[in-house]
């Protein structure tokens, strides 16, 4: 569904709340707050329907969130029934997505749980393995009602702008009919006694005053040149003063745009039945809260009489007369209402002291209303300023030489093709975010640890602290600062350090791709007489660049028994770094391959994978082992490591063709060459396999962005 | 520009035309402040807002043009007091002559409406008229 219709819905949602909530309060304080509460108390309940304020946690919010995941739920079985864009059938061409980032999978994540993709894998291979050809005709059903419910907004737009325009052109021409028969009222009496009532209630601009027989009650017209009309000028004199009090009370508040704020509300909330109802209320407590403005700046005894004006003025007319649009506010529309104000009249007192306190409880709840059911929010694109992006994750690279730091003090990381780990930067630039990755690395220069980027761009100059090095080949470089190495440029000791460092990775990395340019000092620590084993036991599990730059001076004892560690740990990038500086035997591998595949630790096994000798034939009995136990995720991750001219896959897509195993299929079908899927596609074809065809059909089109 | 009294001029009522005596009296153009002095000058109590209501009306049936000069008001009488009151007069024959002066002359005459002097001028005018012709 649109998010403007969600919006709307969820507005009107929350408004019919607070109504609802208004009206059971009426009883409890009829009598004892005044009226005026109660119509300001509408305002908000309109503001509410109106406004698409809300907090970040509201009652819409998670209403609409359990909505929207439900519908995501839906939305996937729909999905793999159809042959339409499968959203769920990458995650079979990704075997290495792990869970240790946790990472936002094409469909929508807005407020609903992280789908763990191990979750989602297991899923959509049962929701496959049930699909059957009769579903297929369900499908346009579907699409129908999809199309319909996302359109649904125009159908409310169009609906609530000819309701607006109507009520317009009906409010124009109502003026236009009422001004016609007016005629200015030159009796200098009254128009003088208008104009000390004027002076009186405070109103500045003069106001006109008409006369005109066709209009059935007294009534104020006119947003910027206000004029009152009233039936007929010969009134007792009581009864003028009277109704230019309540006209003017009228036109001091603002009443004729707090009527227009209602019905645009209506208008807009068409389809809400409780609209018609706040409609009747939100009128009534104005007119009743006007007549309790003009019965106060009354002497007591004249009270009645204003009783007497409502009884003359508008008894004439029974029934209901409201113009279908508020050209006007007048002394009354119903005599229905006529009843109820004559009584409040009746009871009427001055405003008793415990009346405050009742409306300021009322008031207070119904703020409360207003900000805890909230409205719709579309979920906010999950670039903020300044935050860390959690970023999609992508195949571990086949040679991994640095590895990825977690996440918890750096930014989310991003992975390079060519290996490496490369941060991901972003940074709040008025406003904007852009994000770029720059390389990382630990240095272990005894007795410093260096963390350090390089090739930041200049525009982050601004960003951060830096300072000059003189390095000993007489050049200088611009080093940049992290907030936390600010002190650095004072520690002699280690900026010469550093400087032979930046030396000597200046001259490595002099003409290959990543030249040696702007770096950046993440982070600096004097270990001081920390042996290196100290210092890897503190860093391990912590700081996994600093790690990495410690462990290849460990001795081989030790680097086993933290290679054995992160293994158990389930640390899985620091078992990858570990793995990439020791070297183990392939008996080594394999034991840890096996265990990995025996607890299902898919990460861990990867990367074992990963170091295994690339002559796979043991990859390729995991993967036969695991089509047999059914594993799917530790058969996708074999295959990362299979060339496709291995004929152990030939042999399992045979099996998984003739079982009509589509999700192992597909797998399969994500590492074919496009011959081979051509002669799959022929042999499919034949055999009127549509399932394994759209699968065939969706890796056809995705060659090109294959690795 | 002199302005064609055959136009019609909308109806004033006898406070607006009160009003437009004044402007008229005081050159064609006066301030509010005038227009009020005069007012209580002449006994009238009305209020601030009154004046200023009836002003307004003036202005709109294109008997007054407002200016503000810096934050008061003048007011110019764009018709002349003679087109004015000719319009008037040519309207008083319309409806109640049938547009001829003779009838209104004899109503005059009979009704002792004239004075001694008013009718030798009355006299004179006509007879000169009629030697013209």
Redesign the interface.
Known sequence: MNDLMKLVLSLSLSGSLLILLLLLARPLFQGRASRAVQYYLWLLVIARLLLPLTPQASLMGTLFAQFEKNADCVDRKNNTLQDAENSNLPGYGCPAEYTEMPAGQGTDTSGAPDFSPQESLPAAGQESAFSSEGNAGQMPLHRIADALLQNLWLIWLAVALALLVRKITVCQSFTKYVKAGCREVSDTALLDSLAQICVRSGVKKPVELYENPLVPSPMLLGFLRPCIVLPCAGLPEQDFRHIIMHELVHYKRRDLLYKWLVQIAACLHWFNPLIRIMDREACRACELSCDEAVLRSLPEQERHSYGDTLMHALSRYPGNFSPAAPASVTLGESAKLLKERLNAILCFQPKLRWNISISLLLAAVLAWGFTVSGAYRSLPDSRQPGSAKIIESQNIPDSSDDVFPEASNHPAIDQDTDGGALPKTDHAFSGKVYTYTYRQDGFYQVPYLFTLGWNLLDRDLKHYESMSLSLSDNSKITLLLEDSCRDFPLDADACQSLSSLLLKLKADMEGTEYPLTLPLLINVRNTGDSTPLELAEQLYQNDLIGFSAVYPLLEETEQKRFLDRAFSDSAVSFYGCCLNHINTDSDTLNRFAEKACADNQIALFDTTLNYLEPDGSLVSQYAQKAYSENNIAIFNACLNYLTSDNPVLGQLAEDAYENDNAAFFSCLAYHMEQDTLDYWTARAIEDKKSQLLSVLFENADRDDDKN | MPHNFTTVIQQV????LELLKIVWANGGTALYAQIQEKLTETGR??????I???L??LVDKGLLKARKIGRRNEYTAIVPEADYQAAQAQALLNKLYAGSAKGLVSTLIQRDMLSAADYEELKQFWEKGAAKQ
Not at chain 2, 13 to 16: L, P
Not at chain 2, 45 to 50: L, R
């Open positions: 009522s006898d406070s607006e109590t009305w209020q601030k807002n009154t200023i209501t009836l307004s009306r």
